[in-house]
C-alpha cells in the first residue's frame, strides 16, 4: 500500500522553529512534485512551500524567508523547516505527492504557534 506518513508537527511558541518530515512508502515506481499544503479553521487548503524531483522549489509568499522545503530522492522523503513561526501559522500541515503520477496526501499534522 502506498501512503505518505508526516511527523514533525506539535506546539511551539512564536519565533520558534519546527521541522516536517513526509516519507513515501509501498511500491513506489516514480515521484514527481512533493510538498506542503495548510488548512487553517475556516479557511480552505493552501500551498505552503512544494518541490520537484530536480529540485526546483516554490514557496507561498506569506512564508518566504522563514520555511524551507527541501527533499531526500534516496528517502523518498520531503521536509518543511519552518523557522521563526507565527500565531498565523497555526494549522494542520499536510503533505502532498505525485506518486506514480498519482495525487497522494497524508493524514495531516497540527502545527499550533501560541505562548
Known amino acids: 500500500q502506498v501512503r505518505l506518513v508526516e511527523s514533525g508537527g506539535g506546539l511551539v511558541q512564536p519565533g520558534g522553529s519546527l521541522r516536517l518530515s513526509c516519507a513515501a512508502s509501498g511500491s513506489i515506481f516514480s515521484i514527481g512534485t512533493m510538498g506542503w499544503y495548510r488548512q487553517a479553521p475556516g479557511k480552505q487548503r493552501e500551498l505552503v512551500a512544494d518541490?520537484?524531483?530536480?529540485?526546483?522549489?516554490k514557496r507561498a509568499v506569506s512564508v518566504r524567508g522563514r520555511f524551507t522545503i527541501s527533499r531526500d530522492n534516496a528517502k523518498n522523503t520531503v521536509y518543511l523547516q519552518m523557522n521563526s513561526l507565527k500565531p498565523e501559522d497555526t494549522a494542520v500541515y499536510y503533505c502532498?505527492?505525485?506518486?506514480?503520477?498519482?495525487?497522494?496526501w497524508g493524514q495531516g499534522t497540527q502545527v499550533t504557534v501560541s505562548s
Open positions: 518541490i520537484t524531483g530536480a529540485g526546483v522549489t
Open positions: 502532498y505527492a505525485k506518486l506514480d503520477s498519482r495525487d497522494s
